[in-house]
């Protein structure tokens, strides 16, 4: 099962051949709405307001995992901790998926890479490379905004919470960005519900080229919202707030 051990350079490697790729995480919320599950102990974030809505959204997350499977010549990175050793229940069903739709030939990573690159510097080698490369779209939340001067980018504005209930209009936005430039880049840092979304995009212009970042710029701005972020251990925590974090704002005239 091939395993992409550094995505950050898998990213840098395609934009310099300006090769359009596709890169996406299936973490434990996505799983959960994927298969009407909640752990013991794990809690259903707020991209949904209502089951029917993380239902359906489940359901696309779904249908997502299926297209990506089909023999496209598509270049895709797919971050997961299906095949680690620390996998759950949920990740049992996810792989059982996997193994159903015959992808563990697929390009794989740890499902929290942009955030591993922060600790030896290579999520900030990626972002330079992306400022560099030209035509980024960041669509994110107006909390984490500047986050776009690092990356030189263009902004697609989402709500903070519930960013799936106004899919249509952030699509179309994006939408209007490819269509201006084919070869547009787009950096989601806007949570599970508008996956789907980047996907549409992507298929319906597949010059085009996404990188799902998570919750990588959060703690930058404020948001800790994560718990390595509250209790201050880890790996990620002091290269993210010593030299990361300094390393975004530092774009910000």
Same mark, same amino acid.
């Given at each position: 099962?091939?395993?992409?051990?550094?995505?950050?350079?898998?990213?840098?490697? $395609?934009?310099?051949?300006?090769?359009?790729?596709?890169?996406?995480?299936?973490?434990?919320?996505?799983?959960?709405?994927?298969?009407?599950?909640?752990?013991?102990?794990?809690?259903?974030?707020?991209?949904?307001?209502?089951?029917?809505?993380?239902?359906?959204?489940?359901?696309?997350?779904?249908?997502?995992?299926?297209?990506?499977?089909?023999p496209?010549?598509?270049?895709?990175?797919i971050?997961c901790?299906?095949?680690?050793?620390?996998?759950?229940?949920?990740?049992?069903?996810f792989?059982?998926?996997?193994?159903?739709?015959?992808?563990?030939?697929?390009?794989?990573?740890?499902?929290?890479?942009?955030?591993?690159?922060?600790?030896?510097?290579?999520?900030?080698?990626m972002?330079?490379?992306?400022?560099?490369?030209?035509?980024?779209?960041l669509?994110?939340?107006e909390?984490?905004?500047?986050?776009?001067?690092?990356?030189?980018a263009?902004?697609?504005?989402?709500?903070? $919470?519930?960013?799936?209930?106004?899919?249509?209009?952030?699509?179309?936005?994006?939408?209007?960005?490819?269509?201006?430039?084919?070869?547009?880049?787009?950096?989601?840092?806007?949570?599970?519900?508008?996956?789907p979304?980047?996907?549409?995009?992507?298929?319906?212009?597949?010059?085009?080229?996404?990188v799902?970042i998570?919750?990588?710029?959060?703690?930058?701005?404020?948001?800790?919202?994560?718990?390595?972020?509250?209790?201050?251990?880890?790996p990620?925590?002091?290269?993210?707030?010593?030299?990361?974090?300094?390393?975004?704002?530092?774009?910000i005239?």
């Open positions: 099962m091939p395993r992409i051990e550094d995505p950050c350079l898998w990213v840098s490697y $395609h934009l310099s051949g300006r090769s359009p790729f596709f890169s996406v995480r299936y973490n434990d919320g996505e799983m959960m709405m994927m298969y009407k599950t909640v752990p013991e102990g794990k809690m259903l974030g707020t991209e949904a307001n209502l089951a029917p809505a993380n239902y359906q959204l489940g359901a696309e997350l779904r249908d997502m995992l299926h297209a990506m499977a089909e496209a010549g598509w270049e895709i990175l971050g901790s299906w095949n680690t050793p620390r996998a759950d229940k949920l990740c049992q069903k792989e059982a998926e996997v193994d159903y739709w015959d992808m563990r030939d697929f390009n794989w990573c740890n499902e929290h890479w942009p955030l591993d690159g922060v600790v030896d510097g290579s999520t900030q080698g972002i330079d490379n992306l400022r560099a490369s030209g035509n980024v779209v669509v994110t939340n909390r984490l905004a500047d986050a776009r001067h690092c990356l030189g263009k902004l697609v504005q989402v709500p903070m $919470h519930d960013s799936w209930s106004d899919r249509s209009r952030i699509f179309k936005e994006c939408a209007a960005h490819a269509q201006a430039d084919e070869s547009c880049k787009f950096i989601w840092a806007a949570g599970c519900g508008l996956k979304t980047a996907w549409r995009l992507f298929w319906d212009f597949p010059r085009t080229s996404h799902d998570g919750h990588l710029f959060n703690g930058v701005f404020g948001l800790r919202d994560y718990g390595w972020m509250k209790s201050g251990s880890g990620w925590y002091d290269p993210y707030f010593s030299r990361f974090a300094p390393y975004v704002r530092g774009f005239k």
